[in-house]
């Protein structure tokens, strides 16, 4: 396989060796397009269209450049730059050179290939169009749409019909069938209607597609003779219709790895026996250069060597010209020998007469220009829509042909030229005059036809005008000929009455060139007045548009003859019918005998049946009792067994649950141990831990001892600083009391200070003995206190006993400042001084009880925890 880089190329060779497919896919050549700008990237072919003759393609990649590849010169050229990504194309136009490209920008322009100008550019769609469908005679063309569907005149590109549908339902494709003028569009919802082009009518829509096989139609592809519609989209699946029976025939599963369709196409000589295939005929194509006069100096003609249906190339692709100077004389000879598509009829002849035969390969080609047909499809589908004609309805019966299809495009045709004129559904040589041109032209079956005609009209003149006798007329003529050319054989003729209307079917191998010379020369030799020429017209094409009325035949006769053969197919088939209703009544009573006897002979079979059953019921209950008597003993043996298998059940069980009681024994004996084992450990870590406790309060008694002494200290420092304060107080009174005494007061005076002095001082002497009790007492209640802690602490487990009998208990102990003084011997000042001073004293020593008392209580909760532990513990 080859691979060939446009690159920025406008034009070059599409392969540099001979070209071989490769074996595993067929691949002849792989043309790619890379850029060699600054950022090299790849450019993307979108779409790609063949012409007419498959012998070139136009292809259009996502940047607009659309180049033309011409597969038969090995030449690819750049024909035009449209900047633009193009959607669709279409190559198959009436002017060869001519191709349409669907734009981005939703817009149809048609270029010319050879002159790479803008030949029209079409507007109308809201939408990408992505399809171009162009009918076979190249006139109209289809674009399409997601939203409408537009049919344009391509002689004139205006647009001529528009079809429009609900935004709901969207286009999937509208495309003309091949040689017909039917039109067929297929929407999203898998409806698909076949519309007639030139009045949009619609012919019919197909029914909807099975449940079990429905899939949404994405693509579809139509063999060349417009019978098979094939239609894939999402699925495996693929649906084939036949569009004459308007249902679906076939319905084709592919393997599970497919899981959709993308592209389908109808390969030559596989599906349709190569109806995709024309074969393209090598002719040479004649141009006009522009003149302005009709003189032998200005009239001018190009001739170049070229394919027909497309531009002028030579195997160096270079046009090759020469200059051909005529005469005024010879012009109208000229446009009378002039045919369609640049042949030549005089030359045609000459090289006819000089060959005997034209190519092979371009022969049909010749001869379809030779009989200039009009390719009309559009008549001719209304005669093929007429479907077969009842007279060649049972042609397998009387022309049994091997193959179908030929058997087919014969009654096709036969059944069109019948719709086209009666006469020929009456003329029982039709089928063999046409079946040579049926199988020459079985892959196109309009230029088949057309061809039939042309012949039945130029070469069959004169042949109904007797109808149903033969043709006098013609038959005569020939018997003249004959008898001018060789008398001899004529005579033998009538010595063994052989007329002209015996016809022999036995063939003989004749050299067919001696034939031809000799027909040849018969034409040259024949005299004028028996010349054939002189009763046959000069050659008629047909028509363009509609086919011409052939009516060369008494219209009455074949009228009558019709009107009677169908009275005759009436009646036949009225007698069908009774012999049908007859033999179906015949099979029914056929039917109900057999039934009968088979009902019978049954019931016989089921009354045997029934006996033997019986008997075999009978020796089956005779076993069955046999059975049940060995079951019985069977049954004994097995309770037996059962029983000793219960006792043994039982002892095993017993034993069982003993080794499990001794088991939980010894489990219950190993958890005591276990229990036993952590108790101990447990009393151990206790007592360990009360140890620590022990230490633990004797470090705190040892504490609170401190705070105690630290506390008397202080007190005891305080008591002595409030017994100076009151020494100094009282040096000071008598230190005043000695000035009051040296200042000379009388001697009442001074007795009375005196007197005051002496009581001041009892009450300093009360005082200090006051203060004396009050640290005794509070001396002895820090002693009990203490002494209570620690013989609580040594004993935590004990019940607490009160420190205290009562209030008066406690103050009982004590001696109270009130009955060591005694009021009535202190003045009120003093008295008041030392009521104040015991009250201070009191307060603090309560204060003191009250903390005292507290660390009592916490030491108490401490120890009562610890006995509940404890208690807990050797549990």
Known sequence: MQSTDLGNKESGKIWHRKPSPATRDGIIVNIIHNTSDYHPKVLRFLNVAFDGTGDCLIAGD???????FDLYGNRFNLVQRTAQACTALAFNLRRKSEFLVALADYSIKCFDTVTKEL??????????????????SGKYAITTSSDTAQLWDLDTFQRKRKLNIRQSVGIQKVFFLPLSNTILSCFKDNSIFAWECDTLFCKYQLPAPPESSSILYKVFAVTRDG?????GGKSNHLHLWCLEARQLFRIIQMPTKVRAIRHLEFLPDSFDAGSNQPPPPLVKVIEDLPKNKLS?????RKVTSGRVQQPAKSRESKIQTRILKQDLTGDFESKKNELPDGLNKKRLQILLKGYGEYPTKYRMFIWRSLLQLPENHTAFSTLIDKGTHVAFLNLQKKYPIKSRKLLRVLQRTLSALAHWSVIFSDTPYLPLLAFPFVKLFQNNQLICFEVIATLIINWCQHWFEYFPNPPINILSMIENVLAFHDTELLQHFIDHDITSQFFFHHRNNLDINVVIRQVY????????????DSMLNVFVALTKGQYPVFNQYPKFIVDYQTQERERIRNDELDYLRERQTVEDMQAKVDQQRVEDEAWYQKQELLRKAEETRREMLLQEEEKMIQQRQRLAAVKRELKVKEMHLQDAARRRFLKLQQDQQEMELRRLDDEIGRKVYMRDREIAATARELEMRQLELESQKRLYEKNLTENQEAVAKEMRADADAYRQKVDLEE??????????????????????AEGKEFCLRSAKKASALSDASRKWFLKQEINATVEHAENPCHKEEPRFQNEQEDSSCLPRTSQLNDSSEMDPSTQISLNRRAVEWDTTGQNLIKKVRNLRQRLAAQARHRCQTAHLLAA
């Open 227 to 231: 019978r098979i519609l094939a239609a």
């Open 119 to 136: 030949v029209s550019w079409m507007r109308g769609h809201e939408s990408s169009v992505f399809s171009i469908s162009v009918h076979a």
């Open 521 to 532: 020369h018969l034409m040259e030799t024949t005299p004028t007045d028996i010349h054939p």
């Open 62 to 68: 996502h940047q607009g450049n659309i180049y033309v």
């Open 296 to 300: 032998s100096s200005d009239l001018k």
């Open 735 to 756: 230190h005043m009391f000695h000035k009051l005494i040296e200042a000379g007061e009388t001697q009442s005076q001074k007795t009375q200070k005196w007197k005051e």
